[in-house]
């Protein structure tokens, strides 16, 4: 299954920051200017949207959104 490309920041004209650290993105175009580009877009990202009254909130490391499940049965029960 294909992923969909993600669009651009609206006013980024930088490295495309959808693929920035993944496989698609090869070593050699990771520099240290494409990643201080990146820390720059994203910090003014972040004060944007804290100056328009948004607020950010610090999940704990052992939050998970995925509900609990019951384990499955069915291991190990198939026939030799």
């Known amino acids: 299954m294909a992923r ?4 651009k920041a609206a006013g980024f004209d930088g490295v495309d920051i959808s693929y920035l650290g993944s496989r698609d993105e090869p ?4 520099t240290v200017e494409s990643r201080n580009k990146l820390r720059k ?3 003014s990202q972040i004060e944007e949207f804290l100056s328009k009254g948004g607020e950010i909130e610090e999940v ?3 939050v998970t959104a995925e509900p ?8 190990g ?3 030799i």
Do not use: D
């Open 60 to 62: 704990p490391t052992n």
């Open 4 to 7: 969909k490309k993600p669009n």
């Open 68 to 75: 609990i499940q019951k384990p499955n049965g069915q291991y």
């Open 41 to 43: 877009s994203l910090s």
């Open 77 to 79: 029960n198939r026939p």
């Open 27 to 30: 070593a050699e175009e990771r």
